[in-house]
């Protein structure tokens, strides 16, 4: 087998003013928009506004219509578009969808992915319009596990559909004439989807969990073989002669080719921006031009289009890369128009063409079938909503031109990965491995505050007090800790609910898996939470900050992150975790506190304290209203107390001198802030932390991890926090060992909701044993009514060019 490396690497020329088709290099750098994240977005063509997470595209075979599937977290539509003349036709409500989408042979129907509804929905095709006409089932609906993915259709040689699934992990093969399933096979891990051999003989199908593609032989109706390709493969193309198959590799910035005779991978294209970079491109998706010469990557988390030159088998050669919108799932190309899905629109603001997340929300209580779907969703996790763009083919000065912007798009370069910013004699070192006065890092995670919920009422800071909803009087030592150290007051978390934003806080990326599924199951949708090591195939390739710690010699321990009661999810954790307690609103924090305490002396006191400390205090969360439980105050003034006394206690221990801590929250998503739904509180702490200072400098999750990592040594996980800028303003070469003394609580803690209330019954409707099972657009509704009797504001979204401090209003209706 010969196996070339392909990079796409292109160091482009100075800026061209160009007469040709697309925006000059003035006309992009003018229309830059930072996200929260810390990347940039200059998308290029034109964009017609999607749904929630559109997440595939495809074409009739006629060329008169493309399709799309919309799977977020609010309303899942199956859109029909005009191909030529890019206007939308028809938009239907899908209950369930996820990504498998196909037109028959003669363009009169179109199949469709039902999700956990575990059926393929069959849509005629008429008057410019979607009517349902039928559906295949493979089984009953979620909670029963099967979960349909994508599907490949043949009707001119077996007259056949073909299945594969994500929760059951099997193919399904279909009859068309009878709709009867003909054969069931285990396929053993998750699949993505499935494509037909020219010949009709293999069905190529890529097994998402397993890094392969397997081949399923229709005649011997049996898996007969498989191909080893990089890890998360995902999107299938097959060129035009069959002779070659393309698979995009998510978790490893790339795409192997396949030569389908052989069955041999004979080359992997890089499609990152840089030679070996770590996870964090996410190529999900592929198209050919129409003279099969040049091959499109859809690279998700890059934001762009890598291109390369395929017209010479195992010699391809890289051509630049095109700007798309943010999160791009799936490109077709047709003629000389490049089209791509951009998953969550094209900047971090609503798209004023589009849905608009700011209008209002209607929240019916009592009415359980309609609780967790408003009409207009202000929710996080419904707030991004798709485009298309339709790009012309560039020419090779115009990709040049293309190709500069997508590098000033992107805040990581190959070069941050051992050297990042900083100053000299800052106790976090600019350069991986330099010393750190820092010995021991402490890293304790919260649940899902917003900043203005918290500390809009903090002078100085950029805060919208009308949000408050936990002030100074309930949080009086994260007040206290932010007015003695750091205020950070433009801090985003790179998550949007806590199934990804957990893996976000503990390895600065979720892979295509998390960010793809997670949306049908806040959604009430069915399919599994995925996070925290729950799935393994959820987890980042490299692991978290734990194996980071563990191949470069860093000890560790973990206080309830990644486990489920006392038991390890990681492997990695096995013997590193203490007698602690993991999410439980049933326990306090304060209890917590008390087993952290223990173990953390028992370990001082035989010199055997780890040098990173991750530790969970969740309480913040609350339980809302429910009857019975401790009052939302109660809770989150537990929880800050427990942050209080840790403070207290570390800064009065022997290691105090070469401590510090990171507080912050996994996701933003339960609640309003003026600035942007991302934007959450964070905390430093430490004699080595500035005092009495206000930080306005932009920082992310990833940038909290880059700071850890520098402190200990360690080279970053992946693309994201390569990137981040650390929290070095925040810190000082002129150490300060003066002690913390914590607040005592302003709130009984043993306060409890009462019972017989509107909000109490509705409270009971739902799930509070672990997080996010309470939709939270339902959940912020419960919380502002409890705590202020009036609706709640929405969340906003903002540019960061041109903030936007409009606000609407949501409301409840009780029965």
């Not at 190529?283 to 690279?299: I, R």
């Not at 900047?347 to 207009?376: E, M, Y």
Request: hydrophobic share 35%.
């Amino acid at each position: 087998m010969r196996t070339n490396k392909i990079t796409a690497l292109l160091f482009v020329s100075a800026f061209l003013c160009l007469q040709t088709f697309g925006q000059t290099a003035e006309e992009l750098e003018n229309s830059r928009l930072k996200l929260p994240n810390g990347w940039s977005l200059t998308p290029v063509g034109k964009n017609i506004p999607l749904g929630d997470l559109p997440l595939n595209l495809v074409v009739s075979h006629d060329k008169k219509y493309m399709a799309v599937t919309n799977n977020g977290q609010s309303t899942q539509t199956i859109e029909l578009i005009d191909r030529k003349a890019g206007v939308r036709l028809d938009s239907i409500i899908i209950p369930k969808s996820w990504y498998g989408l196909a037109f028959s042979k003669d363009n009169q129907f179109l199949y469709a992915s039902g999700g956990h509804d575990n059926l393929v929905r069959k849509y005629r095709v008429a008057n410019n319009k979607l009517q349902l006409a039928d559906s295949l089932v493979l089984g009953k609906p979620w909670p029963n596990k099967v979960g349909v993915a994508g599907l490949e259709i043949d009707e001119t040689v077996h007259n056949k559909l073909f299945v594969v699934t994500k929760e059951d992990n099997s193919l399904y093969v279909f009859d068309l004439a009878t709709k009867e399933i003909v054969n069931k096979i285990s396929l053993g891990t998750e699949s993505y989807t499935c494509k037909l051999s020219r010949d009709r003989k293999i069905l190529f199908i890529s097994s998402w969990g397993g890094g392969k593609i397997l081949l399923y032989d229709i005649a011997k109706s049996a898996i007969v073989g498989d191909i080893p390709v990089g890890s998360h493969p995902n999107e299938l193309l097959l060129s035009k002669n069959g002779k070659y198959l393309y698979v995009a590799n998510s978790n490893d910035n790339s795409v192997s080719v396949i030569d389908t005779r052989n069955r041999k991978v004979i080359e992997i294209l890089n499609a990152a921006l840089y030679p070996d970079a770590p996870s964090g491109s996410t190529s999900n998706g592929l198209a050919l031009s129409e003279d099969q010469k040049t091959l499109y990557v859809a690279n998700a988390n890059n934001n762009c289009l890598a291109v390369f030159d395929v017209s010479v088998p195992s010699k391809s050669k890289s051509e630049g890369f095109i700007p798309v919108g943010w999160y791009p799932t799936n490109v077709k190309v047709v003629g000389k128009t490049i089209y791509v899905t951009n998953g969550k629109g094209l900047s971090s603001f609503a798209n004023p063409q589009g849905p608009n997340p700011a209008q209002r929300a209607q929240v019916v209580l009592g009415h359980a079938g309609d609780s967790t779907r408003p009409a207009k969703v202000q929710y996080i996790g419904g707030l991004f909503h798709g485009t298309l763009s339709m790009i012309e083919q560039p020419s090779k000065a115009q990709l040049s031109v293309y190709s500069q912007s997508v590098y000033k798009n992107s805040p990581y370069t190959k070069e941050k990965e051992l050297l990042t910013e900083g100053e000299a004699g800052n106790p976090v070192p600019m350069k991986v491995g330099e010393k750190s006065p820092i010995k021991y890092v402490f890293y304790l995670i919260k649940e899902n505050r917003t900043y203005d919920q918290v500390l809009s009422d903090v002078p100085g800071g950029n805060g919208d007090s009308s949000l408050l909803l936990f002030g100074e009087s309930i949080t009086p030592n994260q007040h206290k800790l932010v007015k003695d150290f750091v205020l950070l007051d433009n801090f985003y978390v790179d998550a949007e609910v806590s199934a990804d934003g957990h893996n976000w806080s503990m390895g600065a990326y979720a892979n295509d898996y998390l960010e793809k599924t997670w949306p049908s199951s806040y959604g009430g949708r069915g399919g599994t939470y995925g996070g925290e090591g729950e799935r393994k195939i959820a987890n980042n390739r490299d692991g978290f900050i734990w194996e980071n710690c563990a191949r470069n010699n860093v000890s560790f321990r973990s206080y309830g992150e990644f486990v489920a009661g006392k038991t390890p999810r990681l492997d990695v954790l096995k013997g590193k975790v203490a007698n602690f307690t993991s999410y439980n609103l049933g326990v306090r924090d304060t209890t917590r506190f008390y087993e952290w305490r223990k173990d953390f002396d028992s370990l001082v006191a035989i010199n055997a304290l780890p040098q990173l400390s991750t530790v969970r205090f969740g309480n913040d969360h609350t339980e809302g209203m429910r009857a019975g439980r401790p009052t939302p105050f109660a809770h989150v003034a537990d929880n800050d107390l427990a942050v209080g006394m840790f403070i207290d206690h570390l800064s009065k221990s022997p290691v105090w001198k070469e401590s510090v801590v990171f507080i912050l929250e996994d996701d933003a998503q339960n609640g309003p802030d003026h600035v942007d739904a991302h934007r959450s509180t964070a905390y430093v702490i430490g004699p080595h932390v500035k005092r009495n200072f206000v930080d306005h400098t932009m920082y992310s999750t990833s940038g909290v991890l880059r700071t850890i990592e520098l402190i200990l040594g360690l080279p970053p996980m992946s693309q994201y926090d390569a990137a981040a800028t650390p929290l070095w303003r925040c810190f000082t070469g002129e150490a300060n060992y003066t002690g913390y003394d914590h607040l005592p609580a302003n709130v009984n803690l043993n306060d409890k909701n009462p019972a017989n209330t509107p909000l109490a019954k509705f409270s009971e409707k739902f799930d509070w044993s672990r997080e996010d099972a309470v939709p939270d657009l339902t959940f912020n509704e419960i919380l502002w009514q409890g705590i202020k009797g009036t609706p709640a504001p929405s969340p906003v979204r903002a540019a960061f060019l041109k903030r936007n401090h409009k606000e609407d209003r949501a409301s409840i209706e009780m029965d």
